[in-house]
């Protein structure tokens, strides 16, 4: 239980911009040890020192070294004081959060349809990327922002595209 109440210390490991006001995260625990584990759907508290924390989900899932990725846009103190954090910086870390996650395994050898506008894509690109690990699930993806400048995870749809059909939607051309 004391993993779900004292922050876990975590490094940026990696940082870019990544849609309008967003930011792509990989985050790297601090202890070589610590045992990361979640699913798709849950998410996790980030502690930004002298700022609080705030909840957020994950972009991928953790792996092996317990590096995973977040998709944050700045709308507050809180991402603000985040966004000025570089590589190598120092932050809390509580989770995984969520009653288990999504039933993935419900959606084994279905054909499934992914919809998200904006920055909902980010919670369900960890879904995304556990179907397409399994090769009897048949999926495709259809994504709407209001402007090309406005979608987020350019680089991960593009490695969908190439394995999945994707079907961008932009309100406007600017």
Known sequence: ???????????????????????????KPVDPNLQH??????FFNLTVPGHSEAAFTYLSLPDAEGCFDALIRTVGKLTAALFECKKGDLLGFRGPFGNGGWPMAQLHGKR?????????LPPLASAIDTLLAD????????????TAHAQVLKRERAAWGKVMPIIDSVDSGS
């Open 1 to 27: 239980m004391k993993g779900l109440l004292t922050p876990h210390a975590i490094r940026i490991v990696d940082l870019y911009d990544d849609g309008e006001a967003c930011r792509h995260f990989t985050f």
């Open 37 to 42: 584990t979640a699913r798709p759907g849950q």
């Open 112 to 120: 499934v349809l992914f919809l998200a506008v904006g920055c909902g």
């Open 135 to 146: 090769s009897k699930s048949s999926i495709a993806l259809l994504y709407g922002a209001r």
